[in-house]
């Protein structure tokens, strides 16, 4: 297991029996069912999994959140902001920018992997997230980049793998 030492640790305590994190294309052109997410889910809610860890980047990983944003209205469930580096938005969009400012300011405690943007501190964070939970929900449709490499690293960690 690799080790990945954050700048800023989560307040909250966690339970990694419980915990579940989330990795996926940014792009999610290839066609992506949010029913199917929300009832992977709610599924995982329901077997008692109450902390989501996610990498807050865009496309899947904002579309989960704001599942699991709706989701916290009905049930006591957290949602771990992971940030790569302070300024992992410097490139989004305006909008996406102001989404992404707003998913801050209502997860529930946040993990800093890095100060700066470094070489690996997207990988990074995806190793923190799963060597910190129990299970992987994957959106993937390519056999390259950050998902593909998180996937095989949870392969090999022995992690579940929900693919949506």
């Known amino acids: 297991m690799k080790q990945v030492k954050p700048i800023f640790l989560p307040k909250i305590k966690t339970n990694k029996n419980k915990t579940v994190a989330v990795s996926g294309h940014r792009n999610l052109s290839y066609g992506i069912n949010k029913d199917i ?9 329901e077997r008692g999994f109450d902390t989501f860890l996610v990498g807050m980047a865009i496309g899947f990983d904002t579309l ?46 946040k993990v800093l992997i890095s100060l700066n943007y470094t070489k690996n501190c997207m990988l990074d964070r995806n190793v923190y997230m799963v060597n910190n939970s129990s299970v992987l929900v ?18 090999n960690e022995n992690k579940e793998i929900i693919f949506v």
């Open 37 to 45: 997410v929300e009832k992977t889910f709610l599924s995982l809610i």
């Open 64 to 109: 989960c959140f704001n599942i699991l944003s709706e989701l916290r209205n009905k049930y006591d469930i957290k949602i771990i902001a992971c940030i790569p580096c302070l300024d992992q938005s410097l490139k989004f969009s305006e909008s996406s920018k102001t989404e992404y400012t707003e998913m801050l300011k209502i997860s529930d405690d």
């Open 138 to 155: 994957a959106y993937i449709r390519e056999n390259k980049g950050g998902t593909y490499f998180t996937v095989n690293y949870a392969k």
